[in-house]
């Protein structure tokens, strides 16, 4: 049986989808201009990479259901859609309102997906619409927060098929540190490897004693300004900033029980790609 989430204004959703496609068109156009096709290429494929993820959240929570089967509650959600067997809850809590803060996914008007740190209840994985009137699902997989459209008639159908010990046992999640994982250990060596690839063809090319580099280009995309090859560290100095600080939300993540906190070591591993290329792409 299929239960809709709660209706939502989508207005903001096409307020975000407007702005992003003035922002990726007008940089496009910008990077247009810029001899150098290598850079614009590279950076339409990051800007719409960008523009799709945006695209793809916005379409998957006007979409949101929830299907209760013969097995158990599946959660329709994009691409990914989660399920949790009828075995594997503990109990249903209809909330008021939710006091929660966003630890990491998509937060805006009518739109709470992700994972939220509720105060002094622990974290929650919401797929809900709002934060009045919310289903909190306790599992052995953990707590999701959902909101469907008529919350009546979903605990009509889904409470008579709960056995009656479920909630006698506490819902326990793992905890880990990031690099714990496979999947962390594996992103944490490609992040350093590729820093210090980058790192070191930048070096060899300072050993050579390159100069007269393009460095910025103006409105009309032309070269305002030349440099040395050292001056390509810059382009690190995003990767410097940002890792140490998804080491320290991944691993305070992973620390609660989010199984997928170590995929947020992919935005440094991205970033160092991005401008990587660049970096390389001006010293050749």
């Known amino acids: 049986m299929i239960f809709k989430a709660r209706s939502r204004s989508n207005r903001f ?5 407007g702005f992003i496609t003035i922002v990726t068109g007008g940089t496009g156009l910008l990077l247009y201009r810029v001899p150098d096709r290598f850079i614009f290429f590279i950076s339409s494929f990051f ?20 299907v209760l089967d ?5 959660i329709r959600y994009g691409l990914r859609p989660k399920k949790i067997k009828y075995a594997e809850i503990k109990s249903v809590e209809n909330r008021t309102r939710m006091n929660w803060s966003r630890v990491a996914g998509n937060e805006w008007p009518g739109t709470y997906i992700g994972y939220f740190e509720e105060h002094k209840k622990g974290l ?17 997989q953990g707590r999701f927060a959902i909101t469907p459209e008529d919350s009546t008639a979903f605990l009509a159908v889904l409470t008579p098929r709960l056995t009656m010990d479920n909630s006698e046992s506490e819902v ?16 944490l060596f490609l992040n350093g490897l590729l820093f210090a690839a980058v790192a070191a063809f930048i070096q060899y090319n300072v050993m050579l004693g390159k100069t007269h580099i393009p460095m910025h280009y103006n409105l009309a995309g ?30 305070s993540m992973t620390r609660k029980g989010v199984k997928d906190g170590d995929n947020l070591l992919l935005i440094p591993l991205f970033l160092t790609l ?11």
């Open 47 to 66: 800007l719409l990479s960008g523009f799709a993820f945006i695209y793809y959240s916005v379409r998957a929570i006007q979409k949101l259901n929830y």
């Open 124 to 140: 929650v994985s919401a797929y809900a619409t709002s934060r009045e009137q919310v289903l909190i699902i306790s599992s052995t």
């Open 172 to 187: 326990l999640l793992e905890s880990r540190r990031l690099w714990q994982s496979s999947r962390g250990k594996i992103l």
């Open 222 to 251: 032309q070269v305002d300004r030349y440099g040395s090859a050292g001056e390509a560290y810059f382009m690190l100095l995003g990767t410097v900033i940002v890792l140490p600080i998804i080491l320290l939300v991944g691993d």
């Open 13 to 17: 959703d096409w307020i975000l989808l």
């Open 274 to 284: 991005f401008m990587g290329a660049i970096a390389v792409n001006m010293l050749l």
């Open 70 to 74: 013969d097995e158990g509650l599946i």
